[in-house]
């Protein structure tokens, strides 16, 4: 063989979990359940805020509810960004929507997408094993999940990462960090499933693959990266995903 020949240093990952986003993946969530939840709240703390479908689709550019109340009271309600106990108010306003959210979900008014349970028990049977990584409040997942999965789904996913418990929301990789560290799996052992540019951006960020499957918010955002993009879950071919890839780790000169 000739001096030079290249050793080619190639590595086999084979897929060991699936990661799951929750809002607009599991389920087309935002548009009529956390928008509406938001508008019962601003009522009920007395704001005259109204958040319609366009404009709350805008606001979904910020992830994280008490985020998003915040970038919007300090573009459009600036008095009241500006008193010494906003903070406190945008605490009170999010418990309020989290409670009305609740109430929608365990209504089961909020359907999961297309092939969500049929690949979530697909991959049960094939051993896969199932994590959230979701900047949503950590009870609105269980919910979910029981809503429409029942009560022992929650139990299916060894991790679930909600919320708060990273200090940094999407598109930043924190919550893929964190449930990749408690799977105790590698990136390239695992495949996120996301609905939104600022979700692939996190899971890219975190080194992870990632699957997107748009919807009505989200199907023109930029998805360059992504693994794959299909209309929804009923198009994934598991044992597509699930056979061993090979990655070239580098080119060796002899
Ligand atoms: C979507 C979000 C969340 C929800 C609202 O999360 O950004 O903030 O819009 O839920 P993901 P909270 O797509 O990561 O599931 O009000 O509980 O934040
Ligand atoms: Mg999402």
Known sequence: MPESTPAIVQRMHTLHALIFDVDGTLADTERDGHRPAFNHAFADLGLDWHWDETLYGQLLAITGGKE????????????IAARP?????????????????????ESA????????????????????????????????????????????????????????IVPNKKPAPDIYRWVLDRL???????????DSANGLRAAQAAGLRCLVTPNDYTASEDFSGAWQVLADLREVDL???AAPTISILANISG
């Open 109 to 164: 008014s909020l359907p999961l997408r297309p092939g969500v349970a049929a690949l979530i028990q697909h991959a049960r049977q094939r051993g896969l094993r199932l994590a959230i990584a979701t900047t949503t409040t950590p009870e609105n997942v269980t919910a979910l999940l029981h809503a429409t999965l029942g009560p022992d789904a929650p139990g299916w996913f060894d991790v679930i990462g909600a919320g708060d």
């Open 85 to 105: 106990e906003f903070e406190v108010l945008v605490r009170d306003l999010h418990a309020a929507k989290t409670r009305h959210y609740l109430r929608l979900v």
């Open 239 to 241: 044992d597509a995903i």
């Open 184 to 194: 105790a799996l590698p990136a390239e052992n695992c495949l996120a499933i996301e």
């Open 68 to 79: 998003r109340i915040r970038h919007y009271a300090e573009r459009h309600a600036t008095d």
